[in-house]
């Protein structure tokens, strides 16, 4: 019904920088909220940024003044630049985002994850 799909991972050296995008599509009726998350090996999945339909932002503290969460609503995708990545910034990233679809119910969707690798 709903689907989240994530591109623009991949490796970069560190100090550099990567761009996600997250395209939402399928009966939808509004996007309430959408986020990253980000997931290493052996760890929990945690927040990276998230932002709200009227585009109020929020980051975890560490990545303040490096990533930046952004949204184009008339393309229902959601956007993470990253810039001055470090090699703990190595995880696979995820979209969620809160849906209400078509039919008026709500769900929080994940997509697939793409990968960022980040070389020392």
């Known amino acids: 019904q709903v689907q989240l799909v994530e591109s623009g991972g991949g490796l970069v050296q560190a100090g550099g920088s990567l761009r996600l995008s997250c395209a939402a599509s399928?009966?939808?009726?509004?996007?309430?909220?959408m986020g990253w998350y980000r997931q290493a090996p052996g760890e929990q999945r945690e927040l990276v940024a998230d932002?709200?339909?009227?585009?109020?932002?929020n980051y975890v503290e560490s990545m303040k003044g490096r990533f930046t969460i952004s949204r184009d609503n008339a393309k229902n995708t959601v956007y993470l630049q990253m810039n001055s990545l470090k090699p703990e910034d190595t995880a696979v990233y995820y979209c969620?985002?809160?849906?209400?679809?078509?039919?008026?119910?709500?769900?929080?969707?994940w997509g697939q994850g793409t990968q960022v690798t980040v070389s020392s």
């Open positions: 969620q985002a809160r849906i209400t679809t078509s039919r008026r119910v709500t769900y929080n969707y």
């Open positions: 399928g009966s939808i009726f509004s996007i309430n909220r």
């Open positions: 932002i709200t339909s009227g585009g109020s932002t």
